[in-house]
């Protein structure tokens, strides 16, 4: 994969890497105020960032992120599988500022594998930041299309990702080791 780019989110609120081949697609269609889409020019990948209401009632923040994947990916009707969900420290926030990574594919059901688009699987990377005292959920999903072809080289139970699964795993760490928010004003304070 090629190196990155550090981009200004929300009017330079936020800041974030993202690959040298995506491009801001707010220049090719509306994006609602709450989200921050990149796009590949060269494929089909994409990176949103959303800026959520802080989700609570669950006895755990794993499970928050599991309703966060849930609501943004199953709201389609696909089925989601989750395979990893774990503890990050994101480089340029307090440590003590709760951050979680998720891997996750989401397939197309009978009513959605009719569209020319539902291809054979999307695998995600789910990052999310809690910020508590913001009463804000960042989820940050990193959005891999595969095809039949390319859904051949995944079996996720086995721990074989394929280069394009590979290939988002360093767009996670890149997002990890790059997210900042710089202006706590974007939450009102």
Known sequence: MPGFKVVDLYDGSVQVAVPLSFIDASELRPIPDNQEVYVDANGTASIVIELQERVSGFATDEEAMKYHIEDLAGGCGDTIRLYQTQRVIMHKLHAAIPAYTMIATAHPTAATASSPAAGAFTGIYMVMVR?????CDVIVTINLPHDERLAREV???EGRLGQKMEEGAMVRDAVVASFWVKNLALFGQ
């Not at 910020?131 to 009463?135: C, F, R, S, T, Y």
């Open 155 to 157: 079996k996720m139970e």
């Open 131 to 135: 910020l508590v005292d913001q009463n």
